[in-house]
C-alpha cells in the first residue's frame, strides 16, 4: 500500500464511514444523545488544548482534508466577513464548547448554542431519535444547556479572540427559560445577551423552538417588536437576527419580514425545526413503540426540504431585498444547497444532513459550488442569491 492510500485509509472521511456510519445507518443501537455528547466532550477537550503540538497537528491535517479555499465564496454580510456560505446550525453545539475549532471542519461560521440565562435541563429523555431510512431526526431537547454563565466561561477557557480580530464568524443563538414567565421574556434574553454580546458576530433570537411551551408565541409582531427594542438597548448590541418556524402560516412569515425590514433587523434564519410530520405520520420511532403523528418535538432532516426553500423564497419576495437570509433545513447534497442559494439564502446551515453525510459534506457542497461558478461564470457566490440559476 502506498503512502497515498494509506493516507486515504485514515482520513477523516473514511474513518467517519468505517465507524459511524453502521450506527447512523439504523435507528435502533447507540443513543443519539449519548453519541452527540461524547463528540463534543472530545470536541471541547481539542478546543481547549488546539494550540498544543499534538492537537496543533490533528487539526491542521483535519483543516487539510475539509477546507475548501475559493475567494469567490466569500462574503460581507451585516458587518461580517463570511470565508464561505456554510455553517454550523446551533443546536449542536449548545455550550459552544467547540467554537475554537469549528473552522477546522471546513464551515465559514458557526452558531453555537441554544443558550438561555438559566441553566436547564430541558425535557425528560429519550428526546432525539434517528429516522435512519429517511435522513431526518426527531427531537424534543427542551434548550438543553448549562446557561450564559457557564457559557461565557467555556468560550474564555478557549481562549475565543475578540470578534472584531477573528477570521471566522461565531454567532450565539438565544432561547428563553422554560422557568420565566413569557412577559418577561424580553428581560430574560436580554440578560444573555448583555452578557455575551463581547463573544458574538452576531445574535439570533430563537422564537421558533417547538419545545419549550408558549415560545412560538413569540413570533407574533408585537411580541416580537418588543423583545427586539429590548435587545437593541443592549450596549454594542451585535447585529441581531430572529430564526422562525416552518410551520407558520404564509400570511405570518409575510408579516415577519416586514416587521424585519422595518426593525432593521440584520436578518432572518428559515427554518427550525417543525411539528408537521410532513407524510411521516405513520412512521413508528421504535424506541417507543409510536408514531410521528403521537410523538411530540420538532422534525428535522431531509423531510424538511420542501418547506425550507418554500419559506427562503417567500421571504426573499416579502423582505427587503438586501436583508440576508439564512437557510437551514434539508440541506444534504451540493446541489440542494445551491438550489437553496438560488431561491434566495445568502447564507446556509448544516445539522442533520451534516451528521448522516459526515464532515465532507461541507467540503463536498464547496466544491460544487466552485464547479457551478465556473459554468454560469459567475464571479462571486453572492450573483447566485435568488437568482434562481438551475444546477448544471
Not at 447534497?333 to 448544516?350: D, K, T
Amino acid at each position: 500500500m502506498n503512502k497515498q492510500s494509506l493516507l486515504n485509509l485514515f482520513s477523516t472521511d473514511s474513518l467517519y464511514q468505517q465507524f459511524l456510519n453502521p450506527i447512523l445507518s439504523k435507528d435502533d443501537g447507540l443513543d443519539p444523545e449519548q453519541l452527540t455528547q461524547i463528540a463534543l466532550a472530545l470536541l471541547g477537550q481539542v478546543s481547549i488544548y488546539r494550540n498544543s503540538p499534538v492537537f496543533s497537528k490533528v487539526l491542521t491535517k483535519l483543516a487539510n482534508e475539509l477546507k475548501h479555499k475559493d475567494e469567490r465564496l466569500q462574503q460581507n454580510l451585516f458587518g461580517c466577513k463570511f470565508e464561505n456560505p456554510i455553517g454550523l446550525a446551533a443546536g449542536f453545539d449548545k455550550d459552544g464548547v467547540g467554537a475554537g475549532i469549528w473552522d477546522c471542519f471546513g464551515f465559514g461560521f458557526a452558531e453555537i448554542g441554544t443558550v438561555t440565562w438559566h441553566a436547564q435541563k430541558g425535557n425528560p429523555r429519550p428526546r432525539l431519535f434517528r429516522l435512519a431510512k429517511e435522513q431526518a431526526a426527531l427531537n424534543r431537547m427542551g434548550f438543553n444547556n448549562n446557561g450564559a454563565y457557564t457559557m461565557n466561561k467555556t468560550l474564555k477557557k478557549q481562549n475565543i479572540e475578540d470578534p472584531l480580530k477573528r477570521s471566522f464568524m461565531i454567532g450565539i443563538n438565544l432561547g428563553k427559560s422554560k422557568i420565566t414567565p413569557l412577559e418577561q421574556a424580553p428581560d430574560d434574553y436580554g440578560a444573555s445577551l448583555e452578557l455575551l454580546s463581547h463573544m458574538a458576530n452576531y445574535v439570533v433570537i430563537n422564537v421558533s423552538s417547538p419545545n419549550t411551551p408558549g415560545l412560538r408565541n413569540l413570533q407574533q409582531p408585537l411580541e416580537l417588536q418588543r423583545l427586539i427594542e429590548r435587545l437593541r438597548i443592549v450596549k454594542n448590541c451585535p447585529p441581531l437576527l430572529v430564526k422562525i418556524a416552518p410551520d407558520l402560516e404564509n400570511n405570518a412569515i409575510k408579516d415577519i419580514a416586514n416587521l424585519a425590514s422595518q426593525e432593521g433587523l440584520a436578518g432572518l434564519i428559515a427554518v427550525n425545526t417543525s411539528l408537521d410530520r410532513l407524510g411521516l405520520e405513520k412512521r413508528v420511532i421504535n424506541q417507543t413503540g409510536k408514531t410521528l403523528k403521537e410523538e411530540p418535538g420538532g422534525l428535522s432532516g431531509s423531510p424538511l426540504c420542501d418547506r425550507a426553500i418554500e419559506v427562503i423564497r417567500l421571504l426573499k419576495k416579502s423582505s427587503n431585498d438586501n436583508m440576508p437570509l439564512i437557510g437551514v433545513g434539508g440541506i444534504d447534497s451540493p446541489r440542494v444547497a445551491w438550489n437553496r442559494l438560488a431561491a434566495g439564502a445568502s447564507l446556509l446551515q448544516l445539522y442533520t444532513g451534516w451528521i448522516f453525510k459526515g464532515p465532507k459534506l461541507v467540503t463536498n457542497i464547496l466544491e460544487g459550488f466552485s464547479h457551478q461558478l465556473d459554468r454560469h461564470k459567475f464571479e462571486n457566490i453572492s450573483e447566485v442569491i435568488g437568482s434562481n440559476a438551475p444546477w448544471i
